[in-house]
């Protein structure tokens, strides 16, 4: 059968290609094709949305202004300054960059409302500076006479123009699309899932950040410069904070993640006024009614809803086959020192919650650290992965000092970890978790794909590989995480309580993947409650309590040492009384 090898990807081209052939021929008369363009256009910058909003997770109502950047620069360079129309399309497009690697940057110390604060004034600075500098802008007239781009053929016809923009915007659909399950995509979904996590597996997550500003920015311009050339005239009021929030209605209308759901937002937001006009007065309160009513009742946009239904009818590719045994680090001698912890202390305010703790993990050893409830255990892994600073002592992993460095650093020399508190791409599936785990090691996606697809097998999950992680039980979600941090292939592991919260038969299956691993030759860093389990695995044994070592050892002596059992007894019934 010659129609099994078009995958659904090719059907979307087609069905694209098709759209921008036939939409302008469809669509006629001067004003509709006006209409056409300008759906076209802002399709083009809600896509820059998808990629910060959708893919990034990070606030933008500036989208407005990147668009405006785009239209001032043909506007201002052909017009005022009289330059070639790719020139100037390149330079508004280098100034929107810049624009974007700003804002891009405040996400630094910013999330959240901060962030949508900060992008609602740059994008307020933006029209006041357009509207009143007239100077520069041309001020509230605006430019008239904008030139179309040459482009093999005079589009010197409304109809021609509409082709070349609604190409375009399939170019830059295909493009946003295929960024989705690239590398950079899943490093951008994985810091809208969890920041946390994604830096302590390796991703660089401000540089992250800073890329999806950028090229939403970029995407934005590249809009506005299609938008200038297609009505010849801009005016600094189309560019305001208004239509930054209809950038974000087109996202969150189509579908926030989805691109075909952001063209789809964006053509029903640019058409809907044109069909409702005839309400007259009562118009705004029916777009604005439609708008939220998609918002509240389909979380995932119009095209989430699509593929909510069309799910049970597509079924996904199963994942690559595992070829070979998981790969594992390690090559140095055993018992060569991998971690070395001198004198390391953490201090939150007044609260000494590591206080001068020193000990050696040493290559193929499974190093337990235990000690009591409030202890610092997940203190130090926090500090050791690099989430916190210390406030002093060294840290060496590989011969290297690591102290105080970024977690995404210290991943890339190859630690990785797992969380007390589960850390998962909750809305990402099993697969794509551990995709992004695998990432950590390198490699082109083939060698990402095979180490990822050989911890899925060797955690077995394969079968759940497509489920959504949040949708997992509790052990299942642990099970995925040890995945995800095996994939990217560390010379070290970190696991916080990694048996809290399993029931006794996961315990055992738990107890043999450690088990394994070691027989492998991984060397690990464990946090347990579970003694059974400490006494089962451990080689050697760190006791902290109130952020100081208390004992250390080897596990029979060190467990049954007196001030051992006090340190438990004690707090137990501390805890009682
Ligand atoms: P354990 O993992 O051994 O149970 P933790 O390392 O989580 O203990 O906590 C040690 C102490 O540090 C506790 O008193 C805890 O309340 C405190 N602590 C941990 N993290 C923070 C933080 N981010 N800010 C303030 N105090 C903290
Ligand atoms: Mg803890």
Redesign the pocket.
Known sequence: MRMATFKPGHWAILGGVVAVALLPLLVTGRYNTNVLLLAGAWAIAALGLTVVLGYAGQISLAQASFFGIGAYAIGLGTVHYGLNWWLAFVLGLVVAVTGGIILGATTLRLGGHYLAMVTIGFQIIFTLVMTNWSALSGGPDGITRIPRPPFFVPLNTAQRYAWFALAATLLVALAVHALRDSRLGRSMRAVRENEIAAEALGVDTVRVKITAFAISAVLGAAGGSIYASGFLYIAPDTFDFGTSVQFLAMVLVGGRESVAGSVLGAGLLTFLPEWLRELKKIYLVVYGSIIVLVIVFMPEGLWGFVTLLSRSLVRPTPIPPARGALPMGGGRPAGEPVLVIENLG?Y??G?K??DGVSFTVRQGEVHALI????????????VISGL?APSFGEITFLGRSVGGQRASRIARCGMTRTF?NLRLFRELTVWENVLIGAQRAGGDETAIRERAASAIEFMSLTILAHNRARNLPYGTQKRVEIARALAGVPELLLL??PAAGLTQSEKQDLVEIVQQLHARGLTMLL?EHDMSLVSQLSHHITV?NF?RKIAEGAPERVLAEPAVGEAYLGNREAARA
């Open positions: 953490k939150f305010g609260l919650a590591v000690g009591p409830n409030g202890s610092g255990k997940t203190t130090i892994l926090n916190y007390q916080d309580e946090v902290i952020g």
